[in-house]
């Protein structure tokens, strides 16, 4: 064990990668270092309970690091995140290694605690409050370069579709001040940033709750969009029934928003999108992604997909299949439904059994492959721009070694340059030669700058 060093294992979405990434350069600020987990000093699980058995996985997580520090009583072992603001104090009863506990808003002070609690060995802490307003948190030591900047514009979430665990474990909606946001985002650039994503669980929703400054969602993307130095800006997740007309018009006024955009769909069945509590129907979202390729022509949709909601028929889950081609997405993430304890649908009836459910996912997933693999050939020929984000090691050769970026759809490119620079954070203006199974292949064509 090395004093004063640090270890973060990560579970669960971006904007828990994001916590991660700020815990960690909150702490190289107090003079800590980061450290393989065996040497370290302070260990962190960053957790996450949206879906299956996450109580398992953080004590699995736990054990392991019992293992490997021996139970060292000098390592001091924080549990952080959504199981954490969920099971709270119960971690100090199920791992005598775990001192501090730090919930959804909590993390803000670990820090600090992380410090009290080296200096008192006997201590244990939990913060698991949820905060009124977003609170600004301490400045990180500045990072290395990082050509994708992630930037929190909210807190939290009320829509409480019925399948979800999230309004709970990250408290209600409270939107970020316009002024810090685009500090930090300004920040960024200046730290080398040329993409920007914000972040959010239900982002274009920023501003309509009593925290908001009166600078609504659209307003911000203009502001963020004319910040000098930036070249993209995406955002995730939007909730399809808050994306208002000036969301839609966005993409069509500001070339800096990329043609790229994240929008849960998670049914295609209006029976079943009633019962999960989502606020929209098929046709609204059809009408929707209508509305968006109207305003950007080559706008490519990807989305959330949950198969397996109680009741869902084989009718049902064709209807999402049938909504799945309709809109072509070019990829999706989808899940089996997984009852959260406290969340609406875990007290409905008809729950589908586990083998139903899975080969449904199969099917769907098999139908994504398709449109994903079309999507990616429909590329071929075009010609692009990369942000280059590094080496790719298992493509090119000595000669012209490839790197890997993302083209303005966020789809990874591998480009082959010349040897001898430093390509991160690059932009190259390429074109697209071929398509792999889940990434393009290109060839430089025109400058990098
Ligand atoms: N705020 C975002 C993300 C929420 S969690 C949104 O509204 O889209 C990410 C994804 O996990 C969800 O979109 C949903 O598809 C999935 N998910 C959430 N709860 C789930 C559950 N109980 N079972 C299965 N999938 C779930
Ligand atoms: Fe969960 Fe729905 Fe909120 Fe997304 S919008 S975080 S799925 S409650
Ligand atoms: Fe998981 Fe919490 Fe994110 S439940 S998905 S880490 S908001």
Redesign the pocket.
Known sequence: MLQKTFHIITFGCQMNVHDSQWLGGALRARGFAEAPLEDAQVVVVNTCSVREKPEQKVMSALGRIRQVTGGDPRVLVGVAGCVAQQLGTTFFEKEPQVRLVAGSDGIGAAPAAIERLLDAPALRLSLLDFTESYVEREPGAPGPTQPVAYVNIMQG?????T?????YT?GRQKSRSSAAILDECRAALENGAREITLLG??VNAFGRDSRGDGVSFARLLALVAALPGLERLRYV?P?PKDMGPEDVEAFAALPQLCPRLHL?L?AGSDVVLKRMH?RYDRAAYLDLAARLRAARPDLALSTDLIVGFPGETEADFAATLEMVRACGFMSSFSFCYSDRPGARAALLPDKIPVAVARDRLLRLQALQDELGARWLQSRVGATTTLLLEGPSPREGDAAAPSWQGRDPYGAPVHVPLPVGADYCGKMARVVIVAAKKHSLVARLQGDVW
């Open positions: 979430c009320d829509n409480f579709c399948y979800c665990i999230v309004p990250r669980q239900n997740t909730h849960p998670q989502r």
